[in-house]
């Protein structure tokens, strides 16, 4: 079993940072894919970011050049830093994990253990 709880979330102006956390605990395997992902009221979760075990990253258009993931493995915790947020950043975040097989993909459904998820709200 693998634990994800994320914190960091909050309210902040167009244009503003913030940075999320995602505290990762329980087994977890040395090849692994973990995403970021959000959802906004009445719209589907999308992937924003991921990263794997490798550190190697990938992004959503919508937010590549604004947001970065990134990862301490010695403090099992998992970073998204977001940049330059607007409007349209508004949305529940969620981190994601699952055991990496060959590829990592921003699909929702490739991840098995999901946090709890935490609200940025941006305004104009």
């Known amino acids: 079993q693998v634990q994800l709880v994320e914190s960091g979330g909050g309210s902040v102006q167009a244009g503003g940072s913030l940075r999320l956390s995602c505290a990762v605990s329980g087994y977890t395997d040395v090849n692994y894919c973990m995403g970021w992902f959000r959802q906004a009221p009445g719209k589907e979760r999308e992937g924003v970011a991921l990263i794997n075990d490798a550190g190697n990253t990938w992004y959503a258009d919508s937010v590549k050049g604004r947001f970065t993931a990134s990862q301490d493995s010695a403090k099992n915790t998992l970073y998204l830093q977001m940049n330059s947020l607007k409007p349209e950043d508004t949305a529940t975040y969620y981190c994601?994990?699952?055991?990496?097989?060959?590829?990592?993909?921003?699909?929702?459904?490739?991840?098995?253990?999901w946090g709890q998820g935490t609200q940025v709200t941006v305004s104009s």
């Open positions: 994601a994990y699952t055991t990496r097989r060959y590829g990592c993909y921003l699909s929702s459904s490739t991840y098995n253990y």
